[in-house]
């Protein structure tokens, strides 16, 4: 590789694979939502982009309002914007699939057009209230900067942030599928949706809190993304490829599937753009993506039992 | 208990279960007794819901359920246990049984569920798709039997389960009513299994119900025309 010597290589990728963490966030929280929406109602949200796109605004708005009306708390408007981005978006998903997506449960295809439509539907009405240009909050001084590891490397406390946001979401999601009532109601749903009704389950509520759910960790993965980057009508949808790569290559059924899909497809962009550029990094990982998915089709973790 | 008017079902344009009626008392077993594919799935699916009825009319204690979507008729006191069991494969067996509790909204297995089933209670960390086929039956059982029913429905309870567990089976099914003084609705054809439970017994011929029976009247005689292949 050109003219670096070994020692020098290892920086560059320790360097790099730090500043994928961040992108790690990103990635997990966004195909996180779009795994349980599509593993639940094997529905593919093409808006799921704007979710994030919403939670970037409703973070920046909370920083605006912080900024003019609470100064003296400005740093501690983060926590107050991670929650209201998750409600806001939350709402929204909910209205989406109580006004749309439920009507077009049998007919994927239409799904995929009208969740799409949406989509720039979503961008445009963005564009009228924010502006095409993008908007960005400062961070709370405890964000910014970074902590040095050694001689070289820095992490940066911003990137440290939304990695933690990611995991500590993860382990939520995690807990509610595997311990709390609503996990159970969607996993049975998920398995046998006619047989869950006929149990007792009201798998259309389950269908409508899932599927908001999903956008609600859109939006956080919204908040999370303004502190990497300034919020355009498209910066999700500038992730919605990615995301699916993330899902397909993790297997929708399985959250250790998406965690080390996510990690892995950041870290394989990040070290890679160092070297090439951006977009043949891209095409790279899509390749070995699709080279996996070819020798595994149900993603690289899947759950084993019988019937 | 359950009452059913002129029921009619059918797929696309071929109707497959012409005009029932019938009337299941409270605490009675009822057997819907018929060859393969004389309509009894049909029908049961329908009861429940999971099957659009084409006419006709299903109350339960009065209410009107006809319309209404499974989990509702649930709530309002109907069981379902399907033909092929159908528990959820990767939920371990408490869990199973925690579905059921979905329609009361109690957060409690009710304490009889164990003791009518001792063997899910050494099983309630497994995934209920390792179990027997027995074990799955008991457990799609246990896990309507979470849901309080009044009426409990069970499509072909004896399906795929050796003799010897038959009897058993049986037997579950008179304690299931003496401890929870419920209605049983079932639909079979192993006649040993309905002489051995039913107080009364319905034959159904090619989506039609063509006779009625007392549990004492059942024999092989008197059943042979319908049953004999
Ligand atoms: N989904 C379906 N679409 C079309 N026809 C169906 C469907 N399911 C069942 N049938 C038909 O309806 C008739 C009754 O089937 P049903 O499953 O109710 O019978 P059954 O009495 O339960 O039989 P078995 O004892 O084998 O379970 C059969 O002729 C069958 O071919
Ligand atoms: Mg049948």
Known sequence: MGGYTTS???TIMAMQGIAGLSLFGVFLLMALGLAIIFGQMGVINMAHGEFLTLGSYATYVVATMFESYAPGLFSYY???????????????GYLLEYGLVRHLYKRPLDTLLATWAVGLIMQQIFRSIFGGR????????????????????FLSRSDLFVMCIAIAMTVIVAILLYRARWGMRVRSTTQNRAMANAVGINTAKVDRNTFALGCGLAGIAGSAFTTISATTP???????????????LGGAASLLGTVASAFSIAQAQSILEFF????????LTLMVVIGIIMLRPQGLFTLKVRQ | MLKVNDLSIGYGLSQVVHDINLELGKGEILGVMGRNGMGKTTLFKALIGLLPSWS????????ELTGERPYRRVASGLAYVPQGRQVFATLTVEENIRTGLEATGQKKIPDDIYSLFPVLQEMRKRRAGNLSGGQQQQLAIARALAAEPDVLLLDEPTEG???SIIKDMAKTLREIRQVRNISILFSEQVLSFA?????????????????????EELSEATMAKYLSV
């Open chain 1, 134 to 153: 993008g908007v960005s909050a400062d961070a709370p001084d405890w964000l910014q900067g970074s902590i040095q590891l050694s001689q070289m490397l």
């Open chain 1, 234 to 248: 498209t910066a999700g949808a500038q992730y919605l490829v990615d995301t699916f790569l993330v899902v397909v």
């Open chain 2, 56 to 63: 006709g009319d299903i109350q339960m204690g009065g209410v």
């Open chain 2, 195 to 215: 002489m051995d439970v039913s107080d009364r017994v319905l034959v159904m011929d090619r989506g039609k119900l063509v006779d009625e029976m007392q549990g």
């Open chain 1, 8 to 10: 020098e290589i290892a």
């Open chain 2, 161 to 163: 389960i050796q003799p």
């Open chain 1, 276 to 283: 090439i550029t951006g977009s043949m990094a891209k095409v």
């Open chain 1, 78 to 92: 983060f926590p107050v914007a991670i929650v209201l981005s998750f409600l806001v978006a939350f709402g929204v």
